[in-house]
T-cell receptor
Framework: DQQVKQNSPSLSVQEGRISILNCDYTNSMFDYFLWYKKYPAEGPTFLISISSIKDKNEDGRFTVFLNKSAKHLSLHIVPSQPGDSAVYFCAASESNTGKLIFGQGTTLQVKP | DTEVTQTPKHLVMGMTNKKSLKCEQHMGHRAMYWYKQKAKKPPELMFVYSYEKLSINESVPSRFSPECPNSSLLNLHLHALQPEDSALYLC????????????FGDGTRLSIL
């Protein structure tokens, strides 16, 4: 029973265009959501997070949108750069537990 | 550069060996975590330590024994592991278990012969 789902295993975009990565969740108790980027042979790197009291959070080229009614979040990267090519994991947690549940990941390839 | 340091980077051990994985952070974080990641799968939580006390054990077999000697260090003691325990073991830390993103180390790649 996957509580956090990333339905697209891979995504390919052209350099300079927008990358949109999607994530769905089923547990309505989740109230904190994060995106991580992972290169081979490295641990996940934290990118951006959003609390359930917000519907948008921006940090430079990265924006996360949260739609609580649809139990859906997305990560927008604009403009996309070749160095953004990596596996992107969506994660969610219930407050006060510290327990992160990860999606299966989406491999992003940004072509020059 | 990661601020969570894990040693060793690679470990090969037999099923009868005893070994330990180590994790260190100097960010003043009070929550630390162990995750297991199999190839092409997401990380899965094993243990959570909050203020040096074990707060979550995700029904992990007793052949994995965590230890938190102080607020900066987290160990994972391994004994009598099985081949299916071969995986990447990731350590993470956060300000508190209930607050702040978790920051990960680069992991220990463990192979059980």
């Amino acid at each position: 029973d996957q509580q956090v789902k990333q339905n697209s295993p891979s995504l390919s975009v052209q350099e300079g265009r927008i990358s949109i990565l999607n994530c769905d969740y089923t547990n309505s108790m989740f109230d904190y959501f994060l995106w991580y980027k992972k290169y081979p042979a490295e641990g996940p790197t934290f990118l951006i997070s959003i609390s359930s009291i917000k519907d948008k959070n921006e940090d430079g080229r990265f924006t996360v949108f949260l739609n609580k009614s649809a139990k859906h979040l997305s990560l927008h990267i604009v403009p996309s750069q070749p160095g953004d090519s990596a596996v992107y994991f969506c994660a969610a947690s219930e407050s006060n537990t510290g327990k992160l549940i990860f999606g299966q990941g989406t491999t992003l390839q940004v072509k020059p | 550069d990661t601020e969570v340091t894990q040693t060793p980077k690679h470990l090969v051990m037999g099923m009868t060996n005893k070994k330990s994985l180590k994790c260190e952070q100097h960010m003043g974080h009070r929550a630390m975590y162990w995750y297991k990641q199999k190839a092409k799968k997401p990380p899965e939580l094993m243990f959570v330590y909050s203020y040096e006390k074990l707060s979550i054990n995700e029904s992990v077999p007793s052949r994995f024994s965590p230890e938190c000697p102080n607020s900066s260090l987290l160990n994972l003691h391994l004994h009598a592991l099985q081949p299916e325990d071969s995986a990447l073991y990731l350590c993470a830390s956060s300000q508190e278990a209930s607050f702040g993103p978790q920051h990960f180390g680069d992991g220990t790649r463990l192979s059980i012969l």
